[in-house]
């Protein structure tokens, strides 16, 4: 069974920063292309960062310059890395897998709540 269970979520001021971690389990990790989603209140989900098996990483425009996404395939966790942090980033955070490349995230962990107060 694929788990991925993520953490490090919480109320934060604007300017602050915050580690986001997910653990997977059940999958290959070294395998996947590992992703971050997030969904603030009435708003569509969007793309907060990848990396790629090879540790290629890309950036959602809102997040870039601010946003650092990692993968420690020893111990099959991805965080990501937030800083300088705005009332917009406030949302769900979601951990996404995706064995069959990026893009086509199969498996998604049950979310996180970040909330940035102004």
């Known amino acids: 069974q694929v788990q991925l269970v993520e953490s490090g979520g919480g109320l934060v001021q604007a300017g602050g920063s915050l580690r986001l971690a997910c653990a997977a389990s059940?999958?290959?990790?070294?395998?996947?292309?590992m992703g971050w989603y997030r969904r603030a209140p009435g708003k569509q989900r969007e793309l907060v960062a990848a990396?790629?098996?090879?540790?290629?990483?890309n950036y959602g425009d809102s997040v870039k310059g601010r946003a650092i996404i990692s993968r420690d395939n020893a111990k099959n966790t991805v965080t990501l890395q937030m800083n300088s942090l705005k009332f917009e980033d406030t949302a769900v955070y979601y951990c996404?897998?995706?064995?069959?490349?990026?893009?086509?995230?199969?498996?998604w962990g049950q979310g996180t709540q970040v909330t940035v107060s102004s």
């Open positions: 996404a897998a995706a064995p069959h490349g990026l893009g086509r995230w199969d498996y």
């Open positions: 059940g999958i290959i990790f070294s395998n996947n292309a």
């Open positions: 990396i790629t098996r090879g540790f290629s990483t």
